[in-house]
């Protein structure tokens, strides 16, 4: 089964606010990856997190990783149409497990 | 140019009917596996192989077999599809397993009646 949850699956924005989508496991990860798939598309690796507390950002989007190990967030800020599609995390410890991942809606 | 290959992208077929879906990379990667996408399930693992001739079960075998001949293919083959088995199927490849981004294929829509 999903070593991931995440929260929430579905994430209704009005374009240029901030959203966070969170992703929770109850076991200690080694590595947390997000992907981003766009309507009509297939999942495509954004980054990678490894270290405990690691922060890293791209642009509008700041990825985390909690000092525990055990959940990861995404956040963007000013939020613009571009970034509307199915964000989700995956661990890859000793196979992969990839959350059921949040849509995201942009209302311009 | 570096790619995974997904084919058909897209199937209507009947039950019982078998098929095969073809995945074929070209980036040398070691590791392969098959998803199926589900509204409000997001991505489940079916199969996976770590390199030639070694393929293991994901979560939702039942239903599927996979074969690795060579590195750079792993076909889905469905010998009996029934109508449950009707989703958005994603081939990936990777170099490895733990922090190796995966690569995914464009995708293959297969309805089963």
């Known amino acids: 089964g999903q070593q991931v949850m995440q929260i929430p699956q579905y994430q209704h924005v009005q374009e240029g606010e901030d959203f966070t989508t969170y992703c929770n496991s109850s076991?200690?990860?080694?590595?947390i990856q997000w992907y981003k798939q766009r309507p009509g598309g297939h999942p495509v690796f954004l980054i990678q997190?490894?270290?405990?507390?690691e922060v890293k950002k791209q642009k509008r989007l700041t990825f985390q990783f909690g000092e525990a190990k055990k959940n990861s967030s995404l956040h963007i800020t000013a939020t613009q149409t571009t970034d509307v599609g199915t964000y989700f995390c995956?661990?890859?410890?000793?196979?992969?497990?990839f959350g059921a991942g949040t849509t995201v809606t942009v209302r311009a | 140019e570096a790619q995974v290959t997904q084919n058909p992208r897209y199937l209507i077929t009947v039950t019982g009917k078998k098929l095969t879906v073809t995945c074929s990379q070209n980036?040398?990667?070691?590791?392969m596996s098959w998803y199926r996408q589900d509204p409000g399930l997001g991505l489940r693992q079916i199969y996976y192989s770590m390199n030639v001739e070694v393929t293991d079960k994901g979560d939702v075998p039942e239903g599927y077999k996979v074969s690795r001949k060579e590195k750079r293919n792993f076909p889905l083959i469905l010998e009996s599809p029934s109508p449950n088995q009707t989703s958005l199927y994603f081939c990936?490849?990777?170099?490895?397993?733990?922090?190796?981004?995966?690569?995914f294929g464009p995708g293959t829509r297969l309805t089963v009646t």
């Open positions: 990936a490849s990777s170099r490895g397993l733990a922090v190796y981004e995966q690569y």
């Open positions: 076991t200690t990860l080694s590595n």
């Open positions: 980036m040398n990667h070691e590791y």
């Open positions: 995956c661990s890859n410890d000793y196979k992969l497990s």
């Open positions: 997190l490894v270290k405990s507390g």
